[in-house]
Structure formats: C-alpha cells, structure tokens
C-alpha cells in the first residue's frame, strides 16, 4: 500500500483545511489510518485515527472538537478535516496505516509523506 498525504497550506488562525490520504496498491479497507503530526523542534505525536471500518474514531486531546477524521473505502482515502485552526497546529501531517488504531510505531507499515500545515497568527 502507498499513501499520499495532500491539502495542506498557510491559513490563518481560525480557518479550516481538509487534509486527505490517499491509498494505492493494495487492500486499504484492511487498514486503521492514524494521522501524526511533527512541529519543528518536536517530537512526532498522534492526531486522529479511523478504524478500518470508520466506526471506531481516536483523537488527541489537543484537537477534540476541532479535528475530524473520516474514510470513503470505495475511493481509498481518509481524510482530516480540520476547523478552528491554530498557531500551534502548524506542522507537517503524516498519515500512517496499521492493522489497529493508535499502534506502536513499529507496527505502522505504511507511511505518507506528509503535507505542510501552516496557520498564522
């Protein structure tokens, strides 16, 4: 499975933008997808993350009921929409792929390759 990671931007604090992970090559709808983020000078650290069904939803404390995560099986992508921005949002996001929600990082086979969020103040 490959993971493209799309829709990040500059926004401004307040605003909105939708990120989306696309799958290719392979079976998507097996798989749990977490999104991650890393500041600059930061440790990586969870976001959000949808089971393989989309019944099962995980959020950081950090973006409850600001961030919301969802899945179209039948065209392979999750997506984060992401509302209420935040200075301290701006990061690049990775979406990640594993059998379970919220995995040690050793069980994250799939990774994207990340797309930069950034929210001025």
């Known amino acids: 499975v490959q993971l493209q990671a799309s829709g990040g931007g500059l926004v401004q604090a307040g605003g909105s933008l939708r990120l989306s992970c696309a799958a290719s090559?392979?079976?998507?709808?097996?798989?749990?997808v977490d999104w991650f983020r890393q500041a600059p000078g930061k440790e990586r650290e969870f976001v959000a993350g949808?089971?393989?069904?989309?019944?099962?939803?995980s959020y950081a404390d950090s973006v409850k009921g600001r961030f919301t995560i969802s899945r179209d099986n039948a065209k392979n992508t999750v997506y984060l929409q992401m509302n209420s921005l935040k200075p301290e949002d701006t990061a690049v996001y990775y979406c990640a792929a594993a059998i379970g929600l919220r995995r040690p990082d050793s069980e994250y086979g799939y990774w994207g390759q990340g797309t930069l969020v950034t929210v001025s103040s």
């Open positions: 090559g392979g079976t998507f709808s097996r798989y749990a």
């Open positions: 949808i089971s393989w069904s989309g019944g099962t939803t």
